[in-house]
């Protein structure tokens, strides 16, 4: 009988543990591993790959395009921009341990050429771990860099520990740097972690 209950014990962890994977395995896309990168337009590809690389650091990978004009509704199909708008050129960008940057140069009848501020709705903004703050700020500054304030460290909330800034590009985008050489303040709470450039 203590055999007869031990299987069936077995056998439910079993179908637990099954059901379990197979509810985990239901939420998001099937084979999700992480992003790939981050797509942005900006007004002139060029001037913005030469900032990414020769202050940033990066390192330039490859080209796309052109793409369009098209005579039929190709670019509203796919990418949802307006049928006549024309993808002039595409650079594929690696910064580090982190995303690639795909930069996009476009021309469109419809064109915003405004800079969303990060209160506006399609707001954002681009962020890059570095291991010493202060020389970071000191390095974009010779750069001639704007830098937006000055460095601020959070003293509680999930991000106890890290210190940010943000800083302009010449067009106008809005980029920040954070660094948490000892860690963030969630890390106490949990075994889980958010990614991290450092590893």
Not at 59 to 75: A, H, Q
Request: proline content about 5%; charged content about 20%.
């Amino acid at each position: 009988m203590k055999k007869l209950w031990q299987s069936c014990a077995a056998i439910l962890l079993a179908l637990t543990m099954f059901s379990s994977l197979a509810a985990a395995e239901d939420k998001g896309i099937p084979g999700m591993r992480g992003s790939q990168h981050l797509g942005f337009t900006v007004p002139n590809a060029q001037q913005a790959v030469d900032f990414f690389v020769d202050v940033i650091g990066c390192e330039s990978f490859y080209t796309i395009g052109p793409f369009g004009p098209f005579k039929d509704n190709w670019m509203t199909l796919n990418l949802n921009v307006n049928k006549d708008a024309v993808i002039k050129v595409a650079h594929l960008v690696r910064c580090g341990n982190g995303v690639s940057l795909e930069i996009f140069e476009y021309t469109s009848p419809d064109q915003n050429t405004q800079q969303p501020k990060n209160s506006d709705i399609g707001g954002h903004h681009l962020a890059f771990y570095v291991d010493d703050m202060k020389a970071a700020v000191e390095y974009l500054k010779k750069k001639g860099v704007k830098i937006l304030g000055e460095p601020h460290t959070f003293t509680n909330t999930g991000m106890e520990g890290l210190t940010w800034v943000y800083f302009m590009t010449p067009w106008g985008m809005q980029l920040e740097i954070v660094s948490y050489p000892y860690g963030q303040g969630y890390e106490r709470n949990t075994g889980r972690r958010m990614w991290d450039p450092r590893y």
